[in-house]
Structures are given as C-alpha cells and as structure tokens.
C-alpha cells in the first residue's frame, strides 16, 4: 500500500510543482472584506447635464448586485456599506452616417462615466473607491434624436453597473 502511494505521489508530484495545482490565483469564498457582507445603495449623484439618469443607473447597479450574489441590498441603516456612486458623464457621439447623407448620422454610442466608493455605514471611512467606470450602447436613429437617447440609456446603464459591480468585488 505504501509503495502504491509513493508512486502516485511521485507521478503527481512533478504535474502539481509545475502547474500549481491548477488553481493559482483563485480563491474561495467573498473576495470582499470581512464584515461586508450587505451594501445600501443611495440614488447616485447626477454631475451630467442630463436630466434623470441616475435614476435608471441606479437601478441597473441594484439589478447587478443582486446578480452577482457578492452582496446583499440592504436599506441604508441596516447594511454594512453604502455604495456612493457619482455620474460624470454623458455622451452620444456619432458613429455611423447615412450612406446617401453622410453628414446625418444613423448610428450613435452612449456612454455613461461614474465614479464610486464604498463606505462603512454610519461612517465616512473608505473602504474601496475607483476613479472611473464606463459603461456603452449603441443605438441607430429611428425617430427622433431624444428618442435615441432615452433607448439606448437602459442598456448603457446596464453595461457600467456591470463594470462597477465587477470592479467593487474584484478589487479585493
């Protein structure tokens, strides 16, 4: 019995030297601290010019923790963290014309730009923060221009709660 064993520890023993057992650089279990395990998430601060989109941020960022399963939502008082999210930008550009007018555009990306940090509840201590998050969408024109916009802001808000929830639980 014991020979059996030296010989599969010595079959095995080279394979898991050199690959690290397959699991270098994972971990089990939060990548959050200890002691977060609930987050509050206030309406975010608005600092575009465009009225009302903190709102459908918002949501989409609650969408996307609960998700994501790291943390639960709890109301503010009762979490363990806030998430403090400002907007800082807003923007549709033009990215694909009219083939007979190629001075009207057909196609436009939103993107959305947020800053965040997350804070002990009843406390201003910064637990973690990024300085930028992005999310996208792309939308063709089919009516009017304000009608773009307001289509193609769910997905965008959609693709930065994605992008702030990913880089709230991985920054551990």
Not at 162 to 168: G, P, S, T
Request: glycine share 10%.
């Amino acid at each position: 019995m014991s020979k059996r064993l030296a010989c599969i520890a010595m079959a095995l023993g080279p394979a898991l030297m050199i690959g690290g057992g397959g699991c270098a650089g994972y971990r089990l279990g939060s990548m959050l601290p200890p002691g977060v395990r609930s987050v509050s998430v206030p309406v975010a601060v608005n600092q575009t010019g465009e009225p009302m989109i903190e709102n459908e941020i918002t949501r989409a960022v609650i969408a996307e923790i609960q998700r994501d399963g790291s943390l639960r939502i709890a109301p503010a008082g009762e979490s363990d963290a806030e998430l403090r999210i400002t907007i800082r930008g807003h923007e549709l550009s033009p990215i694909a014309f009219r083939s007979h007018a190629r001075s009207e555009p057909d196609e436009y990306r939103l993107q959305l730009s947020a800053t965040f940090a997350l804070v002990r509840s009843g406390s201003d201590i910064v637990i973690a923060e990024h300085p930028g998050a992005i999310g996208e969408s792309t939308v063709r024109l089919a009516g009017n221009f304000a009608a773009a916009k307001h289509e193609a802001l769910p997905a965008a808000a959609r693709d930065l709660a994605r992008d702030i929830v990913r880089k709230l639980v991985e920054n551990w």
